[in-house]
């Protein structure tokens, strides 16, 4: 028998949540490898200069360079797959609905290598252009880059930024792109993107073995690779004067719902909403909760 005030289950429950965002969702898992010969919709810009840059594929990579001059001239290229790109994979919800924990490709430097190399996801409402700088590539040959998509990791804006708003632009992604600045050699400098890859948090993987599937682990902001760290709640106390005391363990930048029900049978009720996380706890006092009869409940995250 459970005793009164046990919780019955607890997880990441986002079906409603996943109606807050308008955006077709980022394809997890997605994988451009421009082996057809095409370009795939990717565009080029050089913002510095204001014009756009043509892109080619030799044949299974997307190709970018920098033409020879006379002097040294500052140029960028910045490689974009906008929601013409790739069929769409790269572009919209990165969040609720793709799960995307990180960014990968590779990169070739003919000759030369880039003085600037950084990776940009920009947003579509708020025109945000979030940049993580890469670490210097070798010259002659390609380099193999994973980049987390997590602000903690070093995303930045130019000027302010936080976790949360890093969060928000992440659920409706305008394009993402790789940003190239000429190395300030006068040469032709020849560069190439390959097997662009957003990764997303599986829900058919449980890689610590918590119990915990690395998709829900993403949601409710626990560590996916430390069986240590999952969702956890308690009924801290029951009696007290106000009713039922509830405490969960909480991550930054999220906004908790609680169900209730008394009876199994029957469905859970939303009893609360729009709780801010207070982490690493948050406490939640049910003072509906009274009577004699048991309560069972669950913590849903709901952004
Ligand atoms: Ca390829
Ligand atoms: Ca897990
Ligand atoms: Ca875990």
């Known amino acids: 028998m459970m005793k009164r005030g046990d919780i019955l289950a607890l997880g990441a429950v986002v079906g409603g949540a996943a109606l807050v965002y308008l955006a077709a969702a980022a394809t997890p898992d997605a994988v451009e490898s421009w082996d057809s010969g095409s370009v795939e919709g990717w565009v080029g810009t050089d913002p510095l200069n204001a014009y756009d840059v043509s892109l080619s594929n030799p044949g299974d990579r997307l190709e970018v ?108 992604v305008a394009w993402i792109g790789v940003e190239l600045q000429r190395n300030v050699s006068t040469s032709k400098q020849v560069y190439a993107v390959d097997n662009f890859a957003v990764n997303g948090a599986s829900k058919l993987a449980d890689s610590d073995e918590d119990g915990m599937d690395d998709w829900a682990e993403f949601i409710a902001g626990t560590n996916p690779n430390d069986a240590d760290s999952l969702f956890l709640a308690d009924v801290l106390s029951t009696n007290t004067p106000d009713g039922f005391v509830l405490q969960w363990k909480s991550a930054g930048n999220r906004v908790y719902g609680v169900h209730s029900t008394t009876n199994l049978l029957l469905d859970f009720e939303k009893v609360a909403t729009g709780i801010p996380a207070t982490p690493p706890l948050n406490t939640w006092v049910d003072e509906a909760a009274t009577g004699q009869v048991p309560y069972f409940y669950k913590i849903e995250v709901e952004q």
């Open 65 to 172: 360079s920098f033409a020879k001059k006379t002097r040294p001239v500052p140029e960028v290229r910045i490689i974009r797959a906008t929601a013409a790109a790739s069929a769409g994979d790269f572009s919209g919800d990165y969040w609720w609905g793709a799960a995307i924990t990180n960014i990968s490709f590779s990169l070739y430097c003919e000759t030369h290598v880039p003085a600037v190399l950084q990776v940009y996801v920009a947003n579509t409402n708020t025109d945000n252009w979030w940049f993580y700088p890469l670490e210097t590539p070798v010259a002659g040959g390609w380099t193999q880059y994973q980049v987390p998509l997590d602000y903690a990791a070093g995303w930045q804006l130019g000027v302010g930024g936080d976790a949360g708003q890093f969060k928000d632009d992440l659920a409706n």
